[in-house]
């Protein structure tokens, strides 16, 4: 079956934004009520927790993407026998998964105390948050999270994000009315496993209406089977450096420093992370669509897209990141002020963070569409410790600089060797021509940034006036500044006339 990737990549894109507006705004006025009524360190204590939790679903190992990877052909030829087979291995392993990560929740139980330096909350118990944080976590393992898979591969990740918009806002609203009449932070965290269990439930419900065909029988052929077990493998990996990169900041500051300063990070790394979601929208959108794209049309037809894809990409994380390097700092003084701020120099290291860490994601999405996981399993290592051994020693010294610092630097010995393997294995072709291509996309970010910067600090006056201004400034410059670098471009051309065809179709 060829599925309809545009369309689908259209309404998934729409859809997965709305949801991401409602998990970033929604989120950050319950970030702001829950600052303002029990205070930062009940903050920190969400972000540390988040983040512990995070490690422990390291036990899933991947097994997700190998699944719905595997999925792909059998969708593309019509194979209902080995996608219920596929379904029914994909159950087993989540129920398996599930045990393991209880099994080890309830082991590093006891030491729930040693994570936080310094005073925690009063009548707070750590335990009991540990408990509640786990069963969140376990839940969508014992019960349907398996049948999302499903939706997934036929690139219906649409059907997901309105789902979940629904009960989130359900759910942040229930959370709201509590803080303001019972302000208890067990009352507020015991919302996130009743969320977790509903969205499972929504979820295993529309895929039996909408694919009644897929049930979980039959066994998986040995070809099959091995190829899945060795992608896991390959996947171990990329699941241990995902955590780390995205999970030990906070562990690591609340060791070393304490829950204030996990808080502080925090605020500000919801505000890059909320940018980076919307980003995640688009690639995931993207990947059941070039999945199929991969096992049905020529290479030279992919390379172009990737090509078009990466042009659009890197014009997008020019304006963040310009975004990011002048509104971050007046935003976080309107939203938390002075006292909870970090010097100018953070949120500069922020918006160079964000460019670095998304110039890669089009690489990767391609990566995880074609499952190129094996030729790329030593990477993630590389990267992981890298980040660890530099996160580790410069925290004591140079403290959030060292944190942020440390992830550019790992980032940074990712991106050629991810490159490398994607032009060798699915391309076939060198990869020297996307290093130079790299490079002058960044110098590009690099004067657009800059000159972005440089001409709002004339902008003085009124915070709020100042935010407009420099709003105004961010949404032009660094745009003209990108367009009139690349007017002459084959990228430019076929990027403007990709849109113009997806607009046609939307107004169809």
């Given amino acids: 079956m060829k599925i309809q990737r545009t369309k689908n990549a259209t309404r998934n894109i729409f859809w997965g934004i709305m949801f991401r507006i409602v998990a970033t705004l929604c989120p950050f006025i319950m970030r702001t009520i829950l600052l303002y009524i029990l ?15 995070s490690f422990l679903s390291l036990a899933e190992l991947g097994i997700g993407n190998a699944m719905v990877y595997a999925m792909y052909k059998p969708v593309a030829e019509d194979d209902d026998v080995t996608l219920c087979a596929l379904l029914n291995l994909y159950r087993k392993l989540y129920r398996i998964i599930g045990i393991i990560i209880l099994t080890i929740g309830m082991v590093l139980f006891p030491f729930v105390g040693k994570l936080v330096n310094g ?11 540990y408990i509640i944080y786990l069963f969140n976590t376990v839940a969508s393992y014992f019960m349907f999270g398996y049948k999302q898979s499903i939706l997934m591969a036929f690139h219906r990740n649409d059907i997901i994000s309105k789902r979940a918009t629904i009960l989130r806002l359900f759910m942040y609203g229930i959370q709201t009315v509590i803080l303001f009449v019972y302000p208890n932070y067990y009352l507020y965290i015991i919302i996130l496993p009743l969320y977790t269990v509903s969205t499972n439930i929504a979820n295993s419900m529309i895929v039996d209406k909408l694919y009644p065909q897929y049930v979980c029988k039959g066994d998986v052929p040995e070809e099959i089977s091995d190829s899945i077990k060795k992608n896991v493998l390959s996947l171990i990996g990329n699941k241990l450096s995902d955590i780390v990169l995205n999970s030990s900041d906070n562990l690591i500051l609340s060791m070393f420093i304490g829950l204030s300063m996990v808080a502080m ?6 505000v890059f992370n909320a940018i980076v979601g919307v980003a995640l929208v688009i690639y995931n959108s993207l990947t059941a669509g070039l999945g199929n794209s991969i096992q049905l049309e020529s ?36 939203w938390v002020g002075s006292d909870l701020m970090f010097p100018n120099s953070v949120a500069i290291l922020f918006g160079i963070y964000f460019y670095i860490f998304q110039s890669e994601k089009i690489v990767l999405t ?18 992981m410790g890298t980040n660890l051994i530099f996160n580790i020693l410069t925290v004591q010294f140079i403290g959030v600089y060292g944190v942020i610092l440390s992830t550019i630097i790992s980032l940074i010995i990712s991106i050629p060797w991810s490159a490398q393997i994607l032009h060798k294995h699915l391309f076939h072709c060198p990869v020297y021509g996307y290093y130079l291509w790299y490079l002058k996309y960044l110098a590009i970010a690099i004067f657009a940034c800059a000159s972005t910067y440089f001409v709002c600090t004339f902008i003085k006056g009124n915070l709020y006036v100042q935010i407009i201004f420099k709003f105004l400034v961010c949404c032009i410059l660094p745009n003209v500044i990108f367009l009139l670098c690349n007017c002459k471009t084959i990228e430019l051309k076929e990027s403007f006339g990709k849109i113009k065809g997806i607009v046609s179709k939307i107004h169809k």
């Fill in 39 to 53: 205070g930062v360190e009940y903050l920190g204590l969400n972000s540390l927790f988040t983040s512990l939790l």
């Fill in 119 to 129: 005073t925690c909350p009063e009548n707070i118990n750590l335990y009991l948050l």
């Fill in 265 to 270: 990070y925090d605020n500000y790394y919801y």
């Fill in 299 to 334: 290479t030279e037809k992919n390379h172009k897209d990737f090509k078009i894809l990466s042009f659009l990409n890197y014009w997008f994380i020019t304006w963040c990141s310009a975004c990011l390097m002048v509104l971050l700092q007046p935003f976080m003084k309107i």
């Fill in 366 to 383: 391609y990566k995880d569409a074609a499952g190129l996981w094996w030729p790329d399993r030593f990477r993630p290592y590389i990267v």
